[in-house]
């Protein structure tokens, strides 16, 4: 934990500037003919040697021309992404100034050290499993490390991210009901400060949600879950703390409840820094749950992946979890497919293992006492930012006012948009210039005008008043120079951002290059690259 007095980033109020390139896709770099490295010519009697590979693979499977891949010279293939890596908000920042949801905590090189190491990164999932004895055992190890911490009885590392780990637990879910013979259970509830997975992956596995508010305490009433029970419930999916920071203090009647309607609970614990060493699912009832491994247990969200959503069951549930799982008979590891209730697969092999590793290094670098003290300095450094930031004039924290946040608050800005007429998101932007980010909300906006900030424990009391400093900054300039806020960001690496109204259309979404130019037209590249220009060239005229 950071016990830094002083952030070396308190200047970049004024001074910080990012690195702005205007970097091209590599495909518009693209030049034929052009090679990183030249392969040398195979030896004599190498052909002979390894045969003919695709002799096998039938001729509707082979490409009849190559792949359309960029071509770039080394040089320029480095530039590309060093450039790239300079426009990105990262962790030197991140970790002394800049404050989000998501638990964006400090990710110990160290960790990088060691799944970098050969030892790791050139093994396969599909070796023998006599020759991967050590990372079996890690993955055994820390699967005791989770049943501590959680008091399940058995976890999975397939999952790979939090959503997965919550379709993961849906499924399980659905698959005790029909085993039960109760099919015509299909109903999850859930709350609407939850994280958004909790509705959108039960849906996906064909659930109905029925979705709770909150009263003027933050959490939905015990009548509220009363009148949505009935012989169609599944189950509770819940966050708690949500993503209000606020604590559900009746959880255990909401679980009670449900049990006695013959539902199971699932808790979401992806954003457990509040409550490591202090709130175990188990002891609260609760018959599932998950960890996201990127962002409690110290490793890197890496742009959404590779993530690894950690779900664990209570003993009754454990034969339903996905294949293959990690056993130990006392002398080898193994892995074990021989499951008949299982839910089958829900990713490739056994897991994100090298987020695993990373996690299981962090774990045991702290103790058990640490991972407490993690808890408690989150919860103590979320509460001292609150107090900073309720200082500041049309900043608010609705519901459960006057009362301490666990992990994380999603204040709200609605007072200053009424008076300005700025909105967060246009703070949001202005944030940038600073070199920090803040996360507005979920949709839909329950807290008006939003900003939810989770400092973690990696924050020194610096850092904190750095942040606050921030947020006063930015309200003082909405009402005294809007204009600096309306036209940021001024010393970002993007200065206009990205219209966002495409996630709205499937018709054009496009997860490739090839894609992207189908969807868009012959011309798009070439219409995407003239806005480009002019954009460059609007900008340096301002």
């Not at 379709?167 to 109903?187: D, F, K, L, M």
């Not at 490591?276 to 247990?297: E, M, P, Q, S, Y």
């Not at 045991?364 to 407490?372: D, H, I, N």
């Amino acid at each position: 934990m950071n016990t830094q007095p002083v952030s070396p980033y308190q200047s970049t109020l004024e001074n910080y500037h990012q690195a702005r390139w205007c970097e091209p896709l590599l495909f518009e770099i693209s030049e034929a003919g052009q090679r990183g490295i030249i392969p040398p010519p195979l030896e004599a009697g190498i052909t002979e040697s390894i045969g003919a590979p695709l002799q096998d693979v039938p001729s509707w499977m082979r490409r009849t021309s190559p792949p359309a891949l960029p071509e770039v010279s080394q040089v320029h293939g480095l530039r590309h992404f060093l450039r790239l890596s300079q426009e990105t908000l990262g962790a030197g920042l991140i970790a002394d100034m800049g404050m989000a949801t998501s638990t964006v905590k400090y990710n110990p090189p160290v960790n990088e050290q060691l799944v970098r190491s050969p030892k790791l990164n050139e093994l396969h999932p599909l070796q023998d499993e006599e020759t991967v004895q050590g990372i079996l055992e890690i993955l055994y190890r820390f699967e005791q490390i989770l049943k501590a911490i959680s008091g399940m009885s058995r976890f999975t590392f397939q999952p790979r991210g939090g959503s997965a780990a919550i379709y993961t637990n849906a499924s399980i879910v659905q698959a005790w009901h029909r085993w039960r013979g109760e099919p015509w259970r299909n109903e999850i509830i859930t709350t609407i400060f939850s994280h958004p997975s909790n509705a959108a992956c039960p849906a996906s596995a064909g659930f109905k949600i029925i979705t709770l508010y909150p009263e003027s305490d933050g959490y939905p009433s015990v009548e509220a879950l009363r009148a949505v029970l009935s012989e169609r419930t599944a189950g509770l999916f819940i966050t708690n703390p949500d993503d209000t920071g606020i604590f559900n203090p009746k959880i255990d009647e909401f679980v009670h409840l449900v049990h006695e309607a013959g539902g199971l609970c699932v808790y979401d614990q992806a954003n457990a820094n509040g409550l490591l060493g202090i709130v175990r699912a188990a002891d609260l009832g609760f018959d599932l749950c998950h960890f996201n491994l990127h962002k409690t247990f110290g490793t890197p969200h890496a742009s959404g992946g590779p993530g690894a959503g950690a779900s664990g069951v209570t003993e009754a549930l454990a034969p339903f979890l996905p294949v293959p799982t990690v056993e130990f008979d006392g002398t080898r590891y193994f892995l074990d497919y021989d499951r008949p209730l299982s839910i089958g697969k829900v990713a490739s092999f056994y897991g994100a293992v090298a987020n695993v590793v990373r996690a299981y290094a962090w774990v045991m670098s702290l103790g058990a006492e640490g991972l407490r003290a993690v808890a408690e300095t989150a919860v103590l450094n979320n509460n001292y930012l609150l107090a900073r930031m309720l200082e500041i004039p049309s900043i608010t924290a609705p519901f459960a006012e006057g009362k301490h946040r666990l992990e994380q608050v999603r204040y709200s800005l609605e007072k200053l948009t009424r008076e300005t007429g700025l909105h967060s998101s246009d703070l949001a932007r202005r944030a940038a210039d600073f070199g920090a980010h803040f996360f507005l909300s979920h949709h839909p906006f329950v807290v008006p005008e939003p900003a939810t900030i989770e400092p973690t424990e990696s924050y020194s009391q610096a850092d904190l008043d750095t942040h606050a400093a921030m947020f006063e900054r930015l309200v003082k300039e909405a009402y005294t120079a809007p204009e600096e806020i309306q036209s940021a960001p001024h010393r970002a690496a993007i200065h206009l951002m990205p219209d966002p109204s495409y996630l709205e259309d499937p018709q054009r979404w496009a997860i490739t290059w090839r894609a992207w130019l189908r969807k868009h037209g012959k011309n798009a590249q070439q219409s995407a690259m003239a806005e480009n220009e002019a954009s460059t060239k609007k900008t340096k005229e301002e």
